[in-house]
């Protein structure tokens, strides 16, 4: 569902993200977790396409994203919502692919995460 290979980012010469790799099946739920400063909101906003991509790659369901701007990728149904209370939920389509440091109910009916 969510694959990302040897990703590479940076805010100009300062690398903040080192060849990352992480796979999310369906249905799995993965936690982000780190001390500030480690590459979590980085990696956010490079799935979103907020921060480029240096090099590696972003594939979601067959879609490669990191060629993609954040516009076109709002567009293929691909989004990002930040929670005040430390959870960070990446949706695609009504599916919820990952991310949360507390508990989060999905609101099947809504395709939203319950508030």
Known sequence: MLAISDLHVAYGQSEVLHGLNISVAPNEIVAIMGRNGMGKTTLMKSLMGIVPTKSGSVNM??????????????????????????????????VLVGVAVGGLQWCESEKRPRE
């Open 61 to 94: 369901e067959g879609t490669e994203l990191s060629a993609l701007k954040s516009y076109e990728r709002v567009a293929a149904g691909r989004g990002h919502h930040a929670r005040d209370l430390g959870v960070a939920v990446l949706v695609d389509v009504g």
